[in-house]
């Protein structure tokens, strides 16, 4: 599926109408202008626009494009099955507008305690939250963990899978992705990233720090808060 969107300046998202019980995962890319490349950030799909029920972002388009081709397409390996070739999808396009003026952002949603619940289990020993965007990094010192150790991050206040940025362990990058999903739920329960063991440092800890940013002007008025824990196992 191809189509064409009028470009005005102004922040684009794409919104889903999704069937029920699907397994496809629609990937979205630019056609017109050039060079193809992918539609979205900071993610490259559709991946969980089903189960947020919210619009995901399109990439800013460079400056003075005034149309923009989309082109939508489903994975190769389901265009067989006959029960997902029935199921219809929707799509639609939209332009948003940062708030004029700067409003408060809502208190920061704590970390769970625990997770896991069977071996590993995970216990917080350490976290810190910040609000974006006065503050695009957040910096948690901890003692070094005695077992595996997870790190977790999310955002909210509008923010929440919408930031992406970069991983830091006393000074050097780790290879693990900083994107900042919803807060942790029940429901959804806790998505971490395991970080490699780290010697501590000349004062006994381990410094954790993460740096997030958008490729999007509009999130600079979009105020919400960037969450960091830090957990450690017990066995």
């Given at each position: 599926?191809?189509?064409?969107?009028?470009?005005?300046?102004?922040?684009?998202?794409?919104?889903?109408?999704?069937?029920?019980?699907?397994?496809?995962?629609?990937?979205?890319?630019?056609?017109?202008?050039?060079?193809?490349?992918?539609?979205?950030?900071?993610?490259?799909?559709?991946?969980?626009?089903?189960?947020?029920?919210?619009?995901?972002?399109?990439?800013?388009?460079?400056?003075?494009?005034?149309?923009?081709?989309?082109?939508?397409?489903?994975?190769?390996?389901?265009?067989?099955d006959?029960?997902?070739?029935?199921?219809?999808?929707?799509?639609?396009?939209?332009?948003?507008?940062?708030?004029?003026?700067?409003?408060?952002?809502?208190s920061?949603?704590?970390?769970?305690r625990?997770?896991?619940?069977?071996p590993?289990?995970?216990?917080?020993?350490?976290?810190?939250?910040?609000?974006?965007?006065?503050?695009?990094?957040?910096?948690?010192?901890?003692?070094?963990?005695?077992?595996?150790?997870?790190?977790?991050?999310?955002?909210?206040?509008?923010?929440?899978?919408?930031?992406?940025?970069?991983?830091?362990?006393?000074?050097?990058?780790?290879?693990?992705?900083a994107?900042?999903?919803?807060?942790?739920?029940?429901?959804g329960?806790?998505?971490?990233?395991?970080?490699?063991?780290?010697?501590?440092?000349?004062?006994?800890?381990?410094?954790?720090?993460?740096?997030?940013?958008?490729?999007i002007?509009g999130?600079e008025?979009?105020?919400?808060?960037?969450?960091?824990?830090?957990?450690?196992?017990?066995?």
């Open positions: 599926m191809t189509f064409e969107v009028k470009v005005s300046g102004k922040p684009l998202a794409i919104m889903a109408d999704c069937p029920s019980r699907t397994r496809l995962v629609p990937q979205v890319r630019i056609v017109r202008p050039g060079p193809d490349q992918w539609a979205l950030t900071p993610r490259s799909s559709l991946i969980k626009v089903c189960d947020t029920h919210m619009p995901i972002d399109l990439g800013p388009f460079s400056s003075g494009t005034r149309r923009a081709k989309l082109s939508i397409t489903m994975p190769k390996a389901l265009k067989s006959p029960g997902e070739q029935a199921k219809k999808w929707r799509f639609g396009v939209y332009e948003w507008t940062p708030p004029a003026t700067m409003p408060p952002a809502p920061p949603v704590p970390p769970p625990s997770f896991g619940g069977t590993p289990e995970f216990r917080l020993i350490g976290s810190k939250s910040a609000v974006w965007p006065a503050a695009r990094e957040v910096t948690v010192t901890v003692p070094p963990p005695g077992g595996q150790w997870a790190l977790v991050i999310y955002c909210d206040g509008g923010l929440a899978g919408r930031l992406t940025g970069e991983v830091h362990v006393n000074g050097r990058r780790q290879d693990v992705e994107y900042c999903p919803e807060p942790p739920s029940e429901r329960g806790v998505g971490y990233s395991v970080l490699t063991p780290a010697r501590p440092g000349p004062d006994g800890k381990v410094t954790v720090k993460v740096t997030l940013w958008s490729k002007s999130y008025r979009r105020p919400g808060n960037l969450t960091v824990a830090v957990y450690d196992s017990t066995r």
